[in-house]
């Protein structure tokens, strides 16, 4: 049975790090910007009032009306022809110009063996046999994962768990190989598609970039067609697996009768970090083992077997701003060891870009109430000058579910309190956390995988998707439920353990 929604609690934060809040300093010109996204993108639903409105006319008409109608078009041919033409090209041009539906048809999580398991404890211990760190980091990574809000079952490679540790190429494509294969092959299961059905690949991994690339390594494995088009995404930090799904939306309108398969993940073999730099320890602490496939169509015939539709994708890229674009950072220590460097600005600049991409999204979901009460508070403000108190859109009135990317508990807890969000809307995310710790781009489709093992999602529920990461990027993607998800039919990492969750994070104040 689904659980009820509890009204959001009255809560404390006591983090230091803290977002700013974005939704009490939004810029007109991101307002502007979500409406011009809204017309550019909608022109074709134009023809609807205009269609209600001649079929309203023509319900009125009686038995004599339509005679005579018929009498004068017919001694007007010319009427007759234009007019036919018009409709004619009218249609085409809908038909034409109206995107085509983008279906997810199912997707999946790969769940490593128990043999992969680190609890807090071997992490440290690992860590003080390693002999690369000194006392004082140890401590330091100590107080990190006690605050990170990560559990004792998350999961790390074989190459990082040895002792002493043996990082290589090959155990890198050992790794990437496993968690790919391990997702693709319960998808193509639970779809039962054919591998040379696909004609669309994406894959994304920010830090390792093998040649051959990864997505030729799934090309080779599983024999895809030869015409296949195959992308490979690097760099993009945490929210390349919703880049991944805007460029597979992208060409999903160009090619009809499709399927795109959509592979996110990360490697953390040739990434973990053996230097006493600690905005480069801090990854260690938070990153682990994990990946996702997606199978998206555009053939209506798969509408009846699918289970989202997905309604919008908005990216807001910050690049151009030195700031945000170091803030994330893979570079050298002063040793020469290699690590993804934090920076101190790191959660001002995810404000930021968390401001612009909910200011923009915001006219496309949010109902025409909160849309007017949001607009006149902000006119108000910024071209009156009034002292008037912002108003907060209630995006719990345009969404039913939340899949906020898990990066770490500092971030969860500021989303929670600028949005308003209760405990059980946060659920997913925090114990994505817990559960299987910070797996980069794929967190989301963990998330939306507790949803669905909770039985949550009901036909026509709305889910936001939202994640931020290196350059630096805020993406969002918003999916509407076609059917009801009945989680005792449900393949999921969850669903042999959903019944511990959700547990009891303690609360610990931020270093």
């Not at 050992?174 to 639970?190: C, R």
Request: proline letters at 5%.
């Amino acid at each position: 049975m689904a659980e009820p929604r509890p009204e959001p609690p009255a809560r404390r934060f006591s983090t230091s790090q803290k977002l700013p809040d974005f939704l009490l300093s939004v810029k007109l010109k991101y307002v502007k910007l979500g409406y011009h996204y809204l017309i550019s993108h909608g022109m074709y639903l134009f023809l609807f009032p205009v269609i209600g409105a001649i079929a309203a006319q023509l319900s009125t008409f009686s038995i004599k009306d339509l005679n005579d109608l018929w009498d004068h078009l017919r001694y007007n041919l010319i009427s007759v022809i234009l007019c036919s033409m018009l409709l004619v090209f009218l249609c085409t041009l809908y038909f034409l110009r109206r995107p085509r539906p983008v279906f997810l048809v199912d997707f999946s999580c790969y769940k490593p063996v128990d043999a992969r398991k680190c609890t807090r404890k071997v992490f440290m211990d690992q860590s003080a046999l390693t002999g690369c760190f000194s006392q004082e980091n140890l401590d330091f990574q100590k107080k990190i994962l006690e605050r990170s809000g990560l559990g004792d079952t998350t999961y790390l490679p074989e190459a990082v768990m040895n002792i002493p540790p043996n990082p290589s190429m090959a155990e890198a494509r050992k790794e990437a190989e496993t968690v790919m294969f391990g997702a693709l092959d319960q998808l193509f299961a639970k779809t039962t598609l054919k591998p040379k059905d696909v004609a669309i690949l994406i894959v994304n991994c920010s830090l390792f970039n093998p040649t051959p690339s990864l997505s030729a390594m799934i090309v080779n494995h599983y024999k895809l067609r030869g015409n296949i088009l195959s992308y490979n995404l690097g760099g993009m930090g945490c929210s390349a697996g919703l880049i991944s799904i805007d460029l597979a939306k992208d060409l999903l309108q160009a090619h009809p009768n499709s399927y795109a398969l959509v592979v996110s993940m990360e490697n953390i073999t040739l990434n973990w970090y053996f230097g006493n730099n600690r905005s480069m320890l801090v990854s260690n602490c938070l990153f682990r083992m994990g990946g996702s496939a997606i199978l998206l169509s555009n053939k209506r015939s798969d509408r009846r077997r699918s289970k989202y539709q997905l309604v919008h994708t908005v990216r807001t890229h910050k690049g151009a701003d030195d700031k945000c674009f170091g803030c994330v950072n893979q570079e050298e220590d002063d040793t020469g060891k290699v690590g993804v460097s934090l920076s101190k600005d790191l959660m001002a600049v995810a404000g930021d870009a968390l401001k612009t991409n909910i200011t923009t999204l915001g006219p496309l979901v949010l109902p025409m109430s909160e849309q007017l009460l949001f607009f006149a508070t902000l006119v108000g403000r910024k071209l009156l000058k009034m002292k008037i108190k912002p108003y907060i859109p209630d995006f719990k009135l345009a969404f039913e579910h939340f899949c906020i990317h898990a990066g770490g508990r500092a971030v969860l807890d500021e989303l929670e309190k600028n949005l308003n969000l209760s405990e059980w809307h946060m659920e997913p995310s925090r114990m994505t956390l817990y559960r299987f710790g910070n797996t980069s781009s794929s967190s989301l489709w963990y998330e939306l995988a507790y949803t669905e093992a909770k039985g949550r999602m009901k036909r026509g529920d709305r889910t936001w998707q939202i994640a931020f990461g290196s350059g630096f990027k805020c993406n969002s993607a918003v999916w509407k439920a076609l059917r009801t998800i009945n989680p005792a039919k449900e393949k999921n990492p969850w669903m042999e353990e959903i019944d511990q969750f959700p547990v009891v994070v303690p609360r610990v104040s931020a270093l």
